[in-house]
């Protein structure tokens, strides 16, 4: 993040915005004589727009949860896209490989942040940035009814973690 203060509301809207239209609608148009057309997303189409808004929500969440730690003094900044390696993860049966979020860091510590987790783990990184196994932590939260888990839960649970 920039030298400028992020508003982690509008931060967190933006990625409740993105991870609400996780699922690849049906387009609809009409045809040359007027008839109307639904064109559902293609089998290779629909799991790439699965992981790119994924990953827009990630960053957008990520992003909300640095400015909630900043806020409470943890030095953290967003760090980079990192695997989110998951026991099974729908996501990962499109055979695309592992999937992809946002991480922050805070020193030598990194945390996928993937929007509507209850589990985040937080990986010590070696001298090149990659994170080194076992992580240090893993950190449960409350998921809310809808699937939510809101940036300041996050930034909460995690901030012991990465002091």
């Given amino acids: 993040m920039s ?3 992020a508003d982690p509301v509008a931060l967190e809207a933006d990625a409740r915005a993105r991870w609400a239209s996780f ?3 049906t387009l609809t148009g009409e045809d040359r004589d007027g008839r109307r057309l639904e064109i559902p997303p293609g089998e290779i189409l629909a799991p790439i ?4 808004r994924l990953f827009g929500a990630s960053t957008s969440l990520c992003e909300a949860v640095v400015a909630r730690l900043v806020a409470a003094g943890v030095e953290a900044v967003v760090d980079r896209t ?3 390696v998951r ?5 990962v049966v499109d055979g695309r490989g592992p999937v992809q979020v946002m991480a922050l860091r805070a020193g030598e510590r990194v945390v996928p942040v993937r929007p ?4 985040l783990r937080v990986w010590a990184v070696d001298g090149a940035g990659d994170p080194a196994d076992p992580p240090v932590a893993e950190v449960v939260v409350d998921v ?3 699937g939510w888990v809101p940036a300041g839960r996050i930034a909460e649970a995690l901030a012991p973690h990465l002091a």
């Fill in 3 to 5: 030298g400028t203060v």
């Fill in 87 to 91: 026991e099974d993860d729908a996501l």
């Fill in 23 to 25: 699922e690849p609608r």
């Fill in 49 to 52: 727009l699965r992981r790119a």
């Fill in 144 to 146: 809310d009814a809808d």
């Fill in 116 to 119: 509507g987790a209850s589990l």
């Fill in 82 to 84: 990192r695997e989110d």
